[in-house]
């Protein structure tokens, strides 16, 4: 296996490249079911741009993320409104918990 940025050979169990730093395998982060962002309106901590403000709305009600994106987008723009308000909803809703993973060993951490 070799490094995608500068090429060197690599171990395979290398998640990082010991030369220039780079990952070397995707983290294989999954994001949490839709049912879990059912309950609370929260800033998800993936799929987010500045705040995670239109991808909470997004998956909090279910509609296409680059639709809210655009609409706020055109609300920051076109009103003066748009920025105030983006800026309330990220000090008011809350960011998601982390999501820990399992303990599938058996064995007390």
């Known amino acids: 296996m070799y490094c995608p940025h500068c090429g060197k050979p690599l171990d395979e169990t290398a998640r990082f490249c010991p030369v220039c ?3 070397t395998q995707p ?15 929260t800033r998800p901590r993936h799929n987010r741009i500045v705040a995670g403000i239109c991808a909470g709305l997004a998956l909090h009600y279910g509609w296409d993320l680059s639709l809210v994106r655009v609409i706020c987008a055109l609300l920051i723009v076109f009103t003066g409104v748009g920025l105030i308000v983006y800026l309330v909803a990220w000090i008011v809703i809350p960011e998601e918990p982390y999501i820990l993973p399992q303990n599938t060993s ?3 951490i």
């Open 21 to 23: 730093g780079t990952a």
């Open 27 to 41: 983290m294989n982060f999954q994001a949490p079911p839709p049912s879990m962002l059912r309950g609370q309106l």
């Open 106 to 108: 058996g064995t007390a």
